[in-house]
T-cell receptor, first 114, second 116 residues
Framework: GDSVTQMEGPVTLSEEAFLTINCTYTATGYPSLFWYVQYPGEGLQLLLKATKADDKGSNKGFEATYRKETTSFHLEKGSVQVSDSAVYFC?????????????FGQGTTLQVKP | KAGVTQTPRYLIKTRGQQVTLSCSPISGHRSVSWYQQTPGQGLQFLFEYFSETQRNKGNFPGRFSGRQFSNSRSEMNVSTLELGDSALYLC???????????????FGPGTRLTVL
């Protein structure tokens, strides 16, 4: 079945370090791919998305490129800040019939130290 | 535009009771999905409603049910609560589907349910 695998956390970085969170997926159709972020005590916020191969999603300095050949959607940021500390979820949506439920990875906790 | 709202934000119940959670989608959104988030299982899809019809259901027992009203607001109900139902319940709204692609889902803050 469809699934998403993220790198294990927690990831601990110093401020201004480079961030990569790996995400790979398995899907039978042509998924849309998403990164969501969850801050403590809150719901999920959409960070970025890509709907077809080679699309690059970007927002707030974060980027991810939809790589069909490697079935990956890795999240990157050139210089992290303490305020980026949160849990990051990679997700896919494969429309089936008339529904498009999200399938999530297990989440990766990022801790940025000053 | 106001975001997705969920009420209540926190609930404490005891085993065997039932609970109803409410979700108001973003204005104009007709699709509402529900997800359960637990430390052990992560984020799991419960069900999706569109125009008052359930379009998809996840792998949860029949104790979990939901409905959607004509104004797109949705409720989910859990009967005969078990300790394992303790979780954060998240609601998400979207415009639905178009051209075979799902519109982005926007999440509410969640309802934290604790079962004692």
């Amino acid at each position: 079945g469809d699934s998403v695998t993220q790198m294990e956390g927690p990831v601990t970085l110093s401020e201004e370090a480079f961030l990569t969170i790996n995400c790979t997926y398995t899907a039978t159709g042509y998924p849309s791919l998403f990164w969501y972020v969850q801050y403590p005590g809150e719901g999920l916020q959409l960070l970025l998305k890509a709907t077809k191969a080679d699309d690059k999603g970007s927002n707030k300095g974060f980027e991810a490129t939809y790589r069909k050949e490697t079935t990956s959607f890795h999240l990157e940021k050139g210089s992290v800040q303490v305020s980026d500390s949160a849990v990051y979820f990679c997700a896919l949506s494969v429309p089936s019939g008339n529904t498009g439920k999200l399938i999530f990875g297990q989440g990766t906790t990022l801790q940025v130290k000053p | 535009k106001a975001g997705v709202t969920q009420t209540p934000r926190y609930l404490i119940k005891t085993r065997g009771q039932q609970v109803t959670l409410s979700c108001s989608p973003i204005s104009g959104h007709r699709s509402v999905s529900w997800y359960q988030q637990t430390p052990g299982q992560g984020l799991q899809f419960l069900f999706e409603y569109f125009s008052e019809t359930q379009r998809n259901k996840g792998n949860f027992p029949g104790r979990f049910s939901g409905r959607q009203f004509s104004n797109s607001r949705s409720e989910m109900n859990v009967s005969t609560l078990e300790l394992g139902d303790s979780a954060l319940y998240l609601c998400a709204s979207s415009l639905g589907l178009a051209g075979g692609r799902a519109y982005t889902q926007y999440f509410g803050p969640g309802t934290r349910l604790t079962v004692l």
